[in-house]
C-alpha cells in the first residue's frame, strides 16, 4: 500500500511516527479539512500533470486553482492532468493520496507560492486517509522538489 512506502520514506528521515491516519476520508481537500480540524486551505494538495513525456506533481494550498496561463508560461504546455487510472502507475500514489513524498523515479516535484504564507501544511501520505503536518522548510527538505513555481490563482 502507499501509505506503507511513505511511511518507509520517512522512517529513514526518523519522523514517520507522525504520519496521521484517519478512520474516514482525507481524499479532497474538504474531507481533509474535517479530518484534521483545519482550514482547507491549509490542506497542501497535490496535483498531477503531464507535460510532455514527464509527469509532474504541484502541491498548493487548498484554495488555490490552477491558472492556465501561468502554468502555461511556466511549463510551455496546456495543464493536462493525469486520468484518474494513470495516476498510481505514473506517481506511485492513487488519486485521493498522492503526495510529493516516496514518488516514482522520474516524476518532477514543484511546490506552489500559495503554500508560503502557512507556517505548517498538512499533505497527503500516500493513501485516501492519511496526512502529515509539516512545516514549509520540513516540505521543502522532505519532497525532494526542483522549485518553486507560481502557477495558481484564487488564493491571493
Not at 51 to 60: M, P, Q
Not at 133 to 151: C, G, H, K, N, P
Request: aromatic share 8%; hydrophobic share 40%; proline share 2%.
Amino acid at each position: 500500500m502507499s501509505v506503507e512506502r511513505v511511511r518507509e520514506y520517512f522512517r529513514e528521515k526518523g519522523i514517520e511516527q507522525r504520519v496521521l491516519e484517519f478512520d474516514v476520508s482525507s481524499a479532497t481537500v474538504e474531507l481533509a479539512a474535517n479530518a484534521l480540524n483545519c482550514e482547507g486551505k491549509q490542506i497542501a494538495k497535490t496535483l498531477s500533470f503531464h507535460v510532455g513525456d514527464k509527469t509532474v506533481l504541484i502541491v498548493a494550498a487548498g484554495d488555490a486553482r490552477i491558472d492556465n496561463q501561468k502554468y502555461k508560461a511556466q511549463f510551455g504546455a496546456k495543464a493536462r492532468m493525469l486520468s484518474c487510472e494513470e495516476a498510481e502507475p505514473l506517481t506511485g500514489h492513487a488519486v485521493g493520496g498522492v503526495c510529493p513524498f516516496a514518488v516514482n523515479g522520474g516524476v518532477e516535484v514543484y511546490l506552489d507560492e500559495s503554500l508560503r504564507r502557512f507556517e505548517t501544511v498538512f499533505p497527503a501520505c500516500g493513501s485516501s486517509n492519511s496526512a502529515i503536518e509539516l512545516t514549509i522548510d520540513e516540505l521543502e527538505e522532505y519532497s525532494d522538489y526542483l522549485a518553486w513555481v507560481d502557477v495558481c490563482k484564487g488564493w491571493e
